[in-house]
T-cell receptor, first 114, second 113 residues
Framework: IAGITQAPTSQILAAGRRMTLRCTQDMRHNAMYWYRQDLGLGLRLIHYSNTAGTTGKGEVPDGYSVSRANTDDFPLTLASAVPSQTSVYFC?????????????FGAGSRLTVL | QKEVEQDPGPLSVPEGAIVSLNCTYSNSAFQYFMWYRQYSRKGPELLMYTYSSGNKEDGRFTAQVDKSSKYISLFIRDSQPSDSATYLCAMSPVYNAGNMLTFGGGTRLMVKP
């Protein structure tokens, strides 16, 4: 089934630990995104990539890093997790040839930092 | 003030009711207007999108855009318990690299049997 696969689905992490959230898509979309979703704050863009080899900062990039070595994979790394990074993280992708930014989302990774 | 405002709800309606979900926005550059549905513990999924002003219908769902008032709506006819979810509006200018979607905070809808 075409779509986005995120892993892990949930994780409890001690503060200060390093964590990588994985995201893989099989739709050959050029653009990929990482959002976090928090109650009362909605979806906030962390980082994005318009094409393989390029990345950009979103609204809340501090404490996170990404890489885009190929079209399909877009991992998000928390170098040293802090409790404020407790959230649900969504990876998304979109084609870039339609004049409209229609996103397909993954199922999310629920992260708790203690 | 947020760029896109959406009443968080929850909105509770009986089965069969007509539901109206709304968003207001401030950026006149927005051209594309989208509605996503998000079930509990799932990712958002696109319901429909419209370009510029006007209406678009898809089954029981109708999206309406009034650019002069900077106001968009999603109407759900004959609502079903399976429509219970959070509905997110999102909007963007015409796509080019760097133009991102701006999301509303979502409205939680509960349709009671």
């Amino acid at each position: 089934i075409a779509g986005i696969t995120q892993a892990p689905t949930s994780q409890i992490l001690a503060a200060g630990r390093r964590m990588t959230l994985r995201c893989t898509q099989d739709m050959r979309h050029n653009a990929m995104y990482w959002y976090r979703q928090d109650l009362g704050l909605g979806l906030r863009l962390i980082h994005y990539s318009n094409t393989a080899g390029t990345t950009g900062k979103g609204e809340v990039p501090d404490g996170y890093s990404v890489s885009r070595a190929n079209t399909d994979d877009f991992p998000l790394t928390l170098a040293s997790a802090v409790p404020s990074q407790t959230s649900v993280y969504f990876c998304a992708s979109s084609p870039t040839d339609r004049g409209v930014n229609v996103l397909t989302f993954g199922a999310g990774s629920r992260l708790t930092v203690l | 003030q947020k760029e896109v405002e959406q009443d968080p709800g929850p909105l509770s309606v009986p089965e069969g009711a007509i539901v109206s979900l709304n968003c207001t926005y401030s950026n006149s550059a927005f051209q594309y207007f989208m509605w996503y549905r998000q079930y509990s513990r799932k990712g958002p999924e696109l319901l429909m999108y419209t370009y510029s002003s006007g209406n678009k219908e898809d089954g029981r769902f109708t999206a309406q855009v009034d650019k002069s008032s900077k106001y968009i709506s999603l109407f759900i006819r004959d609502s079903q318990p399976s429509d219970s979810a959070t509905y997110l509006c999102a909007m963007s200018p015409v796509y080019n690299a760097g133009n991102m979607l701006t999301f509303g905070g979502g409205t939680r809808l509960m349709v009671k049997p």
